[in-house]
């Protein structure tokens, strides 16, 4: 890898830190929120601190090209980037990595891996980015004593075609969002697919998981902008129909999105992409409260208006950010397109605003730049770096994460209610402390919201995790009991496992399991995720 | 069934034929254009003809109030409504009727229904409308002897729910367009999911077969309409959580969606539905061929323009349905909303036109109804009586057949003419004269078109399902060939399974065979659609 060095303890490249006034913002703002002087700052792990266990695994020789047993690279591959995985780091627990960590420059490769794998009775993790923040990337826990590959994707990262007639590319699935887009940039191209964690998530991990992406409405979900796949599995390569649409059978493609790699390892798909926008229309709306935003938004969603953007930040979420001043609920409205101006749909999406007590600011519209300027470019700044948060916080013994859901808009008031007080009532058992809670919706559906909650708590160092789990059970049942789902576009990983067993038809769960038999005879793909592992 | 009764070999019910001067103006139609003085008429067959082998098996005394061997039943039964279904029921062709039809009631009559037929050893075909084109409710041909129960879901439809706020409605899957629409209405909402069988067809054999709807664009498969189903399987019920998005795991629904009834048997769903529209611009343009008429609707397409109707016809269609005098290409373009004028959308979408040839009818843009009234209208009355249509030709020996697909615009050129060619080719190989082969857009995609196909062929009576076939297979042949799907929205059913295969991912059909062993272990439902027989 001749890219730069990756933390392997948190968030982003090993130089790439939050800046000494960032950290001073961060830590005075959460030190006055708690009524603390201030936090002892754990230093982060180094890897000379760190002793693993002897790798129990050692790649055949023809193989050895390509797999590695180097500590950094196992140090790197343990965990994801959710809260207990960075307390568990900054507690130096180690104490599962995997043994080999692959890196399949092709298809061929990924072929020979998944062979060696089987045939040594070895666990196999997918790996895109590694931003998982649902425990999708770790080794099983305790487990049979089976040794764990890691293979990750991110050498296959080549744009293979490009069809710009029917606005389509084929990529190889270990891309990461920055080296997607700069391939498509010449040819006037682009995916628009911004998740938070754009910057080091791949292609074959949005799909795995159906992430959610930049735009607010229509099509949105990377399962709307695949248009075919190439799967390699145990029992063979499988390749679906590049199609805009069909009607024959039930979709294969949508069996393999949010299969998070039990079924196979996705290593190229063609996606829609788009013309680059070249016209945007984008202000922020004032709200009394949450409620009043979401009464727009719905009626604006349902209008088949579909702006781009459509992101309500609470008031307390909007004042943490400084998007707000805490008193208001703030609406960041953008419209975008490649090929005409956009007044209408603004003009009447702000008199829907207007009717539920919004106040637009019309300045905003005049400027060009105003998605990325005064109160929504406050935001999206404060959103772009809100990875680098994590680290800084933990660090402080400060429990930072976030939950998300959707449901439809007839329970969305009852879920809200519940989600905040339960995760409150949580988080004060928890630590002792009140904390904070705030919400945001990312995506809006004319049959309801996704809304995105994130917490705040002053824990115990050496207690982190159980307090953790405490308030983020707390948190999920609150979401499930209320019509939610477990996860909009976080996936289940082996967090929210007990959560999706209940949401997910269990008759379901007996036909995904049974395909995976087939699939993968001998169950070495992600053992344990969305289904038992094939031997319970 | 209180109701009228419906033809048993043909479209619609009893008393509902086509006007006198329908049948003249067809029939002097065809004979122009195939160049002949006229047509003998066969009569459609009589109830009191066919002799009907006896039933192989009886209802248990339990079940004998909602299963029935009545004659017409049986026939009504036998086919669903294609060119070769058509010509055997005027060859008075019923040999393989299925042996009982049970109406269930409610759920627990589909639980003891599947049960009583997993004890028997019968086959199980789920019926929604019967207005399956391409051998869906059809009692497996030849076989192994076992007697077939065909499940009439009709009196399953009721209205359970209404969601005004999320915009959701409950129904129970036997409920018929109509029906459907007319329990809606009260609450001044719609589904608005208009396909050509509307009238006859259901809402759960909409969702087996993955139906296309009303819309040209964006939410208009009734895949993106459904927000959660319950499904009565031979192994026990499964209902999925009404939610408007969720990433947890791959979608359970999508894996019923396209399932054909070999998984099980959809009892419920909750269905996405709208306001009534209240704005409406309507118009139509001219262009000087087919290709100049895509150039435009892609650009609109990919322009995020979502028109509620964007239909193109050839010039030849436009000539036959007498919606243009066939020197041109027809495009019927409509914007609809609940909520906002349109004047911005339809003005951008004209200059997009003009940009490539298109003549709009500038006049129609006035008028409150122009999209019944002019070429619109007339097209539209035209494609409304489609179905019936059909009985009329097969009666006068013409076998008239549409085929659709969907393809990147990429290879839509190529496809077009390919298909055009063979399906041309194929009618004069096979009888002996050449037909009319003409083709329109239904839905169009940012990446691709639906085209749609309709052939027309004088066969010779006593032949007519050879020299049938001879086209078909040619007509789908170049379909695959071309990077089309088998079928964009009319489904799978027994007639497309040798494409099917083809074009579906092998192990796809191995992961689904295995979901199907474990949801109807003894293989009752619909034995050879989609998948061979659990004992193959």
Not at 227 to 250: C, F, I, N, W
Not at 268 to 285: I, L, N, Q, Y
Not at 325 to 336: K, P, Q, R
Request: some cysteine.
């Amino acid at each position: 890898m001749a890219q730069k060095r990756l933390k392997f303890w948190g968030w982003g490249h090993a130089d790439d830190l939050l800046s000494a006034d960032d950290q001073r913002w961060l830590a005075e703002g959460w030190a006055r929120r708690f009524g603390v002087d201030g936090f002892e700052v754990s230093p982060p792990p180094a890897a000379e601190e760190i002793e693993l266990r002897a790798p129990r695994i050692a790649a055949p020789a023809s193989l050895q090209a390509i797999c590695t047993s180097d500590h950094y690279e196992r140090l790197l591959h343990s965990y994801g980037r959710s809260f207990p995985d960075s307390a568990r780091m900054f507690a130096r627990d180690f104490s599962n990595p995997p043994d080999v960590v692959a890196y399949p420059r092709d298809e061929q490769d990924v072929v020979d891996i998944l062979h060696w794998c089987a045939e040594a009775n070895a666990v196999v993790i997918p790996f895109g980015g590694g931003t998982s923040v649902v425990g999708g990337v770790n080794p099983p826990a305790g487990g049979d004593g089976r040794p764990v590959v890691t293979m990750d994707l991110k050498r296959m990262n080549r744009m293979l075609e490009v069809d710009p007639v029917s606005l389509a590319a084929r990529f190889e699935a270990g891309v990461v969002g920055p080296e997607l887009e700069r391939q498509l940039k010449p040819h006037g191209l682009t995916l628009r697919h911004f998740p938070q964690s754009f910057e080091f998530s791949t292609l074959g991990g949005w799909i795995v998981t159906r992430a959610g992406g930049h735009f607010a409405t229509v099509y949105t979900h990377i399962d709307d902008l695949v248009q075919s796949m190439r799967v390699v599995t145990p029992s063979g390569v499988l390749e679906s129909r590049r199609l805009p649409a069909s009607g024959a059978g039930p979709s294969p493609d949508r069996l393999f999105m949010g299969s998070e790699g039990i079924l196979g390892i996705v290593t190229e798909a063609w996606v829609r992409v788009r013309p680059r926008p070249r016209f945007r229309s984008s202000t922020t709306v004032r709200f009394p409260d949450l409620f009043r935003a979401a009464d727009a938004i719905r009626q604006i969603s349902q209008a088949g208006l579909y702006p781009a953007n459509c992101r309500v930040l609470d008031s307390e979420e909007a004042g943490i950010t400084e998007a707000g001043d805490g008193s208001h609920a703030l609406l960041v409205l953008t419209f975008e397109s490649p090929d005409h101006p956009l007044d209408a749909w603004m003009a009447r999406s702000l008199e829907i605003c207007r009717d539920h007590g919004g106040s637009p600011d019309d300045s905003a519209l005049e400027r060009k730049d105003s998605h990325r300027a005064g109160a929504a470019g406050q935001w999206r700044d404060r959103f772009l770096r809100g990875p680098w948060f994590r680290e800084n916080l933990t660090a402080r013994g400060i429990i930072r994460e976030t939950f998300e859901t959707a449901v439809t808009w007839d329970r969305f008031r009852a879920l809200h209610e519940d989600a905040i007080a339960s995760t409150r009532d949580a988080i004060a058992r928890a630590t002792g402390r009140p904390g904070s809670v705030t919400c945001r919706f990312t995506h809006v559906y004319p049959d309801g919201p996704a809304p995105y909650f994130t917490f705040h708590a002053l824990g115990r160092k050496g207690a982190l995790i159980d307090q953790f789990w405490e308030i983020k059970r707390a948190a999920s049942d609150a979401l499930l009991r209320n019509g939610g789902t477990i996860t909009h576009h976080h996936a289940v990983g082996r967090d929210h496992r007990y959560w999706y067993d209940q949401q997910r038809p269990e008759l379901f769960a007996v036909a995904l399991k049974a395909a995976k038999r087939k699939l993968d005879p001998r169950g070495i793909l992600n053992p344990g995720v969305l289904v038992d592992p094939l031997w319970a």
